[in-house]
Antibody, heavy 119, light 109 residues
């Protein structure tokens, strides 16, 4: 059974760096073809893909946010970490992590974590 | 910046059939864009429905089907049920990454 759960601060101040952790079970990120991605959703708005890391440490970022994002993995801890620098109130959103296989994309999702950016 | 466009809203009667579409600002959507479809109900995380244009997950009801239609990705619901009322998002691959559509709010009325 694959599960994912996001954790991190729910409130950050403008200009601060956000660090979110996705802790998962039911699969290993050392398995060929697998990956974990991050997606966010501002309140009442659409989903936005942010970043994706693969089993072989290949990393992909949204072109519009690439300069602010870093994704890393800790295979031994079954965790993927996303950092986003220079947070702004427009970055207020629910942040999701999701499982990726070689076929289906984002077949399993975490419950999401609402991050509010406010002073 | 690549934009993926979906109908903002659609209404369908119970038992009816409806097709949602997903268009790309770069041109026709092809299988190489690996269209994915997700369903999201209020307060819930998205649920995957379709991947790689037309493949269903093990939990995807048979009434959902995916295809390419007139240069767009399409999601067709046949025999719509009240519980299908939700927001639906498509996701396309563009080489530099993935882009979600703006979502279609499907009302069953």
């Amino acid at each position: 059974q694959i599960t994912l759960k996001e954790s991190g601060p729910t409130l950050v101040k403008p200009t601060q760096t956000l660090t979110l952790t996705c802790t998962f079970s039911g699969f290993s990120l050392s398995t060929s073809g697998l990956g974990v991605g991050w997606i966010r959703q501002p309140p009442g708005k659409a989903l936005e893909w942010l970043a994706l890391i693969y089993w072989d440490d290949d990393k992909r970022y949204s072109p519009s946010l690439k300069s602010r994002l870093t994704i890393t993995k800790d295979t031994s801890k079954n965790q993927v970490v996303l950092t986003m620098t220079n947070m702004d109130p427009v970055d207020t959103a629910t942040y999701y992590c999701a499982h990726r296989t070689s076929g289906p994309l984002f077949d399993y999702w975490g419950q999401g974590i609402l991050v509010t950016v406010s002073s | 910046q690549t934009v993926v466009t979906q109908e903002p809203s659609l209404t369908v009667s119970p038992g009816g059939t409806v097709t949602l579409t997903c268009a790309s600002s770069t041109g026709a959507v092809a299988s190489g864009s690996y269209p994915n479809w997700f369903q999201q109900k209020p307060g819930q995380a998205p649920r995957a429905l379709i991947y790689s244009t037309s493949n269903k997950h093990s939990w995807t009801p048979a009434r959902f089907s995916g295809s390419l239609l007139g240069g767009k990705a399409a999601l067709t619901l046949s025999g719509v049920q009240p519980e299908d009322e939700a927001e639906y998002y498509c996701l396309l691959y563009f080489g530099s990454g993935w882009v979600f559509g703006g979502g279609t709010k499907l009302t069953v009325l």
